[in-house]
């Protein structure tokens, strides 16, 4: 053989061996990142989830104001790694009272994708009547029908007008 060919095969088994390591990698931090199942997930057993495709998802949440008595929370697909649907819920609470659970704050407002493609985003906004509230964005989301993850930003304190206060 040439050395052109030698180092074409080379090259080719390298990027198979890479990928080969890579992948299941990427899988198993995927499932490690994975929250408490959200309610109405559904189960599978380990045959279903071995003969499906795995996917890793990244997604990111911000949440910002902007000085018009409003606050907005941003979901954002950043990347997905094989073609598969990542189905979102992002939400909006806001509490008069400093608390990390979602669940003692009341719901401003919440938008569904059934399918949010890498690159995109989810918008939610709601007015803050100009009264200062802890404000809290949350977003509940599986990948091809899979087990929920969460992502939280946490409390933060915005005043009437919508502007963050440092605390």
Not at 111 to 137: F, P, R
């Amino acid at each position: 053989m040439t050395k052109i060919v030698k180092r074409i095969l080379i090259g080719l088994a390298a990027a198979l061996l890479l990928a080969a390591f890579l992948v299941p990698g990427l899988a198993r931090r995927a499932d490690a990142a994975e929250a408490p199942a959200a309610p109405a997930a559904e189960t599978a057993t380990a045959a279903e989830e071995a003969a499906e495709p795995r996917l890793f998802a990244t997604l990111t949440l911000s949440m910002r104001g902007e000085g018009t008595q409003k606050v907005f929370a941003t979901v954002k697909n950043e990347f997905t790694l094989f073609p598969s649907t990542v189905q979102v819920l992002i939400s909006l609470y806001a509490s008069a009272e400093f608390t990390t659970d979602y669940n003692k704050m009341s719901l401003q407002t919440s938008k569904l994708t059934e399918d949010l493609n890498m690159g995109s985003t989810l918008e939610v906004s709601a007015s803050t009547s100009g009264k200062t509230l802890y404000w809290l964005a949350r977003v509940e989301y599986r990948e091809n029908g899979g087990a929920w993850k969460t992502l939280e930003t946490g409390p933060l304190l915005y005043d009437g007008n919508g502007n963050h206060i440092e605390q």
